[in-house]
Nanobody
Framework: QVRLVESGGGLVQAGGSLRLSCAASGRTFSSYSAAWFRQAPGQERVFVAGISWTAQSTYYADSVKGRFTISRDNAKSTLYLQMSSLKPEDTAIYYC??????????????????WGQGTQVTVSS
């Protein structure tokens, strides 16, 4: 089992920045691929960014490329999402996820083993 706890969400003006963190506990976090998803009201949960267990490979949804950066610190068992140039359409609940297999944009959410409880990000115009 892997327990994931997100933090760092909040209210920010358009054009601003936020950094989300996801603290992992339980089984060795460094053994898992990780990712961030988001879910806006009335919409499905969608992939935002993913990272391999070694951090050598990263993947991004087109909507956030060039604005968001995913990273991880395996020594601290923590996943990060640095978000810059935020837009109102980035408003959503952001979820941390982990799985033994790579998590990519086409990965069904039902196939992802572990989820955090989510953290709200609100971007005002």
């Amino acid at each position: 089992q892997v327990r994931l706890v997100e933090s760092g969400g909040g209210l920010v003006q358009a054009g601003g920045s936020l950094r989300l963190s996801c603290a992992a506990s339980g089984r060795t976090f460094s053994s898992y691929s990780a990712a961030w998803f988001r879910q806006a009201p009335g919409q499905e949960r969608v992939f935002v960014a993913g990272i391999s267990w070694t951090a050598q490979s990263t993947y991004y949804a087109d909507s956030v490329k060039g604005r968001f950066t995913i990273s991880r610190d395996n020594a601290k068992s923590t996943l990060y999402l640095q978000m810059s140039s935020l837009k109102p359409e980035d408003t959503a609940i952001y979820y941390c996820a982990a799985d033994g297999a790579a998590i990519r944009e086409h990965t069904p959410t039902r196939d992802v083993d572990y989820w955090g409880q989510g953290t709200q990000v609100t971007v005002s115009s």
